[in-house]
């Protein structure tokens, strides 16, 4: 399994699969993201938030005459957006600095 996707794992809090592939993984986000739309839509607006999902593909992405269903639609963004973090992070990583370590 390629290194961008452990890292993906990890941001989700999802165990690491060998076998779980791309669509695996998008349908696991999907159903956290259904969960969390039925029950606490506060903590999901949070989340995306948090991830920097921009406001108007939320908006595109809860639009009724979209072709996904919401929650497939906003797992996607959530997947993407992840992948953008770890081509990021990869692309500036940095050494930790002694002593300053988290």
Known sequence: MNESFELIY???NIANSESLSEEALLE???ERVA???ENDKDLLLS????LDIEESNIETAL???QNDPAHMALAKL????QK???ETKQKYKVEPIDE???
């Not at 959530?78 to 957006?81: A, Q, S, V």
């Open 10 to 12: 990890h941001d989700l």
């Open 28 to 30: 696991i986000i999907a």
């Open 35 to 37: 969960f969390l739309i």
């Open 47 to 50: 989340y995306l938030y948090r």
């Open 63 to 65: 639009n009724p005459l």
């Open 78 to 81: 959530i997947l993407t957006r």
């Open 84 to 86: 953008q973090r770890v």
């Open 100 to 102: 300053w370590e988290f």
